[in-house]
């Protein structure tokens, strides 16, 4: 195979050990026969608990207590989605939940979401469980309100980013990546390198954005392939993840391009 000229010597030993010969085939959306934006039947009611301060059932993704606004615990087990509001839980069975059919009932098996909604979303979380609200509670009160806040702001933070909510839904179907994951296709290994060389060598901030411009490019283009592998049903998880690696290397040139100074 003959590499691009533009990439260095230096650069074949990795090439050579990273490339493989399966490539991803990307289809068109409107080929997929089985695209799925959200599930027509309803969705089911919530498992709830009984709030000990009111006694009155409350779904166990809600807090605090939409009665009598005591502070409730939340489970580990929840999906971000249901932290935030984005999504309810779906039971199946001895207290567990069913993630990957919850978020069925969203669009895009969850990938695709309003910003504006989650970010308003999240707001109104944190000032629901805000420790401040509790400070006449007690201690161990605030500290639970700090807990829950903590977990508001991870979720929030996963899936306001393209890459993270991936990953995160990458790992929800048993699918997770990991740093040693590689690209297969050594054609785009090699022009992802051939793109970090030349931000190396950029003088000058116009060159910088020029390459910050092209890579905003590749980004979007892989998420909208991204919506298309989780638009399937099921989702096609085996490309997801090969779409994730390939992200993560685009962002990671473009956390470079921030950082380079001239």
């Known amino acids: 195979m003959r590499l691009p000229s533009t990439v260095s010597n230096r650069n074949f030993d990795l090439l050579r050990n990273q490339s493989r010969s399966s490539i991803p085939i990307i289809r068109p959306l409107s080929l997929i026969r089985n695209v799925r934006f959200a599930h027509t039947e309803t969705r089911p009611t919530p498992p709830s608990r009984v709030c000990p301060s009111c006694s009155k059932d ?6 605090p207590c939409s009665n009598c606004s ?11 989605y249901s932290l935030l509001y984005l999504s309810s ?6 207290n567990d939940i069913d993630i990957p059919l919850e978020l069925s009932y ?7 979401l309003n910003k504006n ?12 469980l805000h420790p401040d609200k509790f400070s006449s509670k007690g201690d161990l009160t605030i500290n639970k309100a700090r807990e829950l806040s903590g977990r508001i702001n991870n979720a929030y933070n996963v899936l306001g980013d393209e890459l993270k909510r991936t990953e995160y839904l990458l ?16 054609m785009m290994l090699a022009e992802i390198l051939e793109a970090r060389e030349e931000l190396e060598e950029a003088a000058s901030q116009d060159e910088i954005q020029r390459i910050r411009d092209v890579n905003h490019e590749k980004v979007e283009d892989i998420i909208k392939q991204l919506e298309q592998a989780f638009s399937e049903n099921p989702p096609n998880i085996e490309e997801a993840k090969n779409l994730s690696v390939q992200l993560r290397y685009w962002k990671g040139l473009e956390n470079a391009a921030k950082e380079k100074s001239v």
């Open 58 to 63: 409350i779904a166990i993704h809600i807090t």
């Open 117 to 128: 909604e989650l970010r308003l979303n999240w707001l109104k979380r944190q000032k629901e």
């Open 89 to 94: 839980p779906v039971s199946k069975g001895n």
């Open 106 to 112: 969203l669009n895009f098996n969850g990938f695709k």
């Open 70 to 80: 005591d502070l409730l615990p939340l489970p580990t087990n929840l999906s971000l």
């Open 171 to 186: 790992s929800i179907h048993n699918k997770a990546t990991d740093e040693t994951d590689k690209i297969d296709d050594p």
